[in-house]
């Protein structure tokens, strides 16, 4: 059974940093393609970063571009997201997910963690 779980979130000031992990279970880490989407209050779900299976090819939203960075560690099963100069804007529920193809359409992601929190505050 494949299992992601998030952590690294929590309460910043604007202009913070902060680096999220999700450590992956259940499945052959390295096969897969990983990826970052964020919910805020009353929105959709969005696309926010993904990460091919050797970590060399990256896509990143245009609104992150430039402060987050995604990364992988397929020794430890473990994808990042290190968000930086952070914005009121960026306060999300942020999620992992599993990804069947290099895509930022979230319909190619069959696998979720439960998210983490990120606030930023003004």
């Known amino acids: 059974q494949v299992q992601l779980v998030e952590s690294g979130g929590g309460l910043v000031q604007a202009g913070g940093s902060l680096r999220l992990s999700c450590a992956a279970s259940?499945?052959?880490?390295?096969?897969?393609?990983m990826g970052w989407f964020r919910q805020a209050p009353g929105k959709e779900r969005e696309f926010v970063a993904a990460i091919g299976r050797s970590g060399m090819t990256t896509a990143y939203a245009d609104s992150v571009k430039g402060r987050f960075t995604i990364s992988r560690d397929n020794a430890k099963s473990t994808v990042y997201l290190q968000v930086n100069s952070l914005k009121p804007d960026d306060t999300a529920v942020y999620y992992c997910?599993?990804?069947?193809?290099?895509?930022?359409?979230?319909?190619?992601?069959?696998?979720w963690g439960q998210g983490t929190q990120v606030t930023v505050s003004s």
């Open positions: 997910a599993r990804g069947a193809y290099f895509t930022q359409s979230r319909a190619a992601y069959d696998s």
């Open positions: 259940g499945l052959t880490f390295s096969g897969y393609i």
